[in-house]
T-cell receptor, first 111, second 113 residues
Framework: SQTIHQWPATLVQPVGSPLSLECTVEGTSNPNLYWYRQAAGRGLQLLFYSVGIGQISSEVPQNLSASRPQDRQFILSSKKLLLSDSGFYLC??????????FGDGTRLSIL | GENVEQHPSTLSVQEGDSAVIKCTYSDSASNYFPWYKQELGKRPQLIIDIRSNVGEKKDQRIAVTLNKTAKHFSLHITETQPEDSAVYFCAASKRTGFQKLVFGTGTRLLVSP
């Protein structure tokens, strides 16, 4: 069966520091991968999606970037974090037109 | 682009009652509508989904209905239990080879024993 792993689970970073969140999927090939952000008490905002290695589409212009160096690996990065980057970051996967399944998320706090 | 509105934002019911959450979407090309349940601090979990070629789908105490003409869909939970308490999100997308889901703002359901 397919599983998705996200780490770290929680992260506290100072303003201006870099960021790297990682997501990996097991048990499937060529998944579609997604990064979402959820602000406290709010809905899910799609940040990036990828349909294949090296293929990244951005939904929201901001100081975040994403990369997909391997088929089942998706990385969310920032060179300099802002206070507004705080939130719950969720990675998700799907195959073809199947449903999206979410990882356990990373709770990011910016100080 | 697609816009999904969800109501109510909060819903309180007594255990055993039914709960209904409604969503409307704007893009008539949308044809896939999933519902997710998110418990506090946890990941959203898919509980049921419906595609535009059907009007209703049931899974035990949960059902979803779709009215394509009116562009709205609803989640129905019967015989609610305290463990149904969570935030529920609806979403919509077009089947274009991958899903670009647009989510509603969520409904916080509280089931009191």
């Amino acid at each position: 069966s397919q599983t998705i792993h996200q780490w770290p689970a929680t992260l506290v970073q100072p303003v201006g520091s870099p960021l790297s969140l990682e997501c990996t999927v097991e048990g499937t090939s060529n998944p579609n991968l997604y990064w979402y952000r959820q602000a406290a008490g709010r809905g899910l905002q799609l940040l990036f999606y990828s349909v294949g290695i090296g293929q990244i589409s951005s939904e929201v212009p901001q100081n975040l970037s994403a990369s997909r160096p391997q088929d089942r690996q998706f990385i969310l990065s920032s060179k300099k974090l802002l206070l507004s980057d705080s939130g719950f970051y969720l990675c998700a996967w799907s195959v073809s037109v199947g449903p999206q399944h979410f990882g356990d998320g990373t709770r990011l706090s910016i100080l | 682009g697609e816009n999904v509105e969800q109501h109510p934002s909060t819903l309180s019911v007594q255990e055993g009652d039914s709960a209904v959450i409604k969503c409307t979407y704007s893009d008539s090309a949308s044809n896939y509508f999933p519902w997710y349940k998110q418990e506090l601090g946890k990941r959203p979990q898919l509980i049921i989904d419906i595609r535009s070629n059907v009007g209703e789908k049931k899974d035990q105490r949960i059902a979803v209905t779709l009215n394509k003409t009116a562009k709205h869909f609803s989640l129905h939970i019967t015989e609610t239990q305290p463990e149904d308490s969570a935030v529920y999100f609806c979403a919509a997308s077009k089947r274009t080879g991958f899903q670009k889901l647009v989510f509603g703002t969520g409904t916080r359901l509280l089931v009191s024993p």
